[in-house]
């Protein structure tokens, strides 16, 4: 198997944070390619083969080649779950599924405008104001989601989902942003749910194989 993507991506973190999960490691069970921004190589005649959209990440598992982040989460539950990590009932599931749209359809593309603002433009081409709007704008959307923590233990349910990936690295990158660029963000919300839940994910999962708590994630 073969991952191609740089460790900073958010989206490559959801793959190497799903493998870990399924107790697959890098350098023995699959070969991790940097990729994309600084590494180059996304827009090689190789890898367009691959991709076409010449985006990370980008997943080869023997000749079977799957792109979008989400999706190759998906099929790695479904291929590699021995120990039944993600298995659970279908209600369950659908919920999975809907916070794993939610999250990709509003979600990142709304907190995305301030994160690409403040950390990959120029900052004498930053829209300040619109970062800010950005910004608050999902302090508006995880208000959703601590509604919905306060009767769930996980995104889903009682059970750690593929969703929770997927959120929580929207979520940790909303709490960095704040952070390092408080006066650029205006305030974040104080979510007491979100808080607790971002808790049992760093303590009760392997978050720790993609977590960086500065602004590593950022570069």
């Not at 107790?23 to 991790?32: A, I, M, P, Q, T």
């Not at 990440?57 to 021995?82: A, C, G």
């Not at 659970?88 to 999250?103: I, M, N």
Request: with cysteine; charged share 25%; hydrophobic share 40%.
């Amino acid at each position: 198997m073969r991952l191609w993507g740089r460790k900073s991506s958010i989206n490559v973190q959801k793959v190497l944070w799903c493998l870990a999960e399924l107790n697959l490691v890098e350098g023995r069970d699959f070969e991790r390619i940097d990729a994309g921004l600084h590494f180059g190589k996304n827009r090689t005649t190789e890898f367009l083969k691959l991709n076409p959209n010449g985006l990370v990440p980008t997943l080869e598992d023997d000749k079977f080649v799957l792109w979008e982040s989400n999706t190759i989460m998906r099929y790695l539950t479904q291929q590699y779950d021995k120990a039944q990590r993600f298995s659970a009932d279908l209600e369950t599931r659908q919920y999975s599924e809907q916070w794993l749209d939610w999250q990709l359809g509003s979600m990142w593309p709304t907190l995305r405008v301030a994160f690409v603002g403040l950390t990959r433009t120029p900052e004498d081409q930053r829209n300040y104001a619109v970062i800010k709007k950005s910004y608050q704008d999902t302090n508006q959307l995880l208000a959703l989601l601590d509604q919905n923590l306060a009767t769930r233990t996980y995104c889903a349910g009682s059970q750690f989902q593929i969703c929770d990936i997927a959120v929580a690295l929207c979520v940790s990158r909303w709490i960095l942003l704040n952070v390092h660029f408080p006066e650029k963000t205006g305030p974040r919300l104080p979510l007491k749910n979100i808080d607790a839940w971002m808790n049992r994910v760093e303590t009760e999962t392997k978050y720790s194989v993609v977590a960086e708590k500065e602004l590593n994630i950022l570069k």
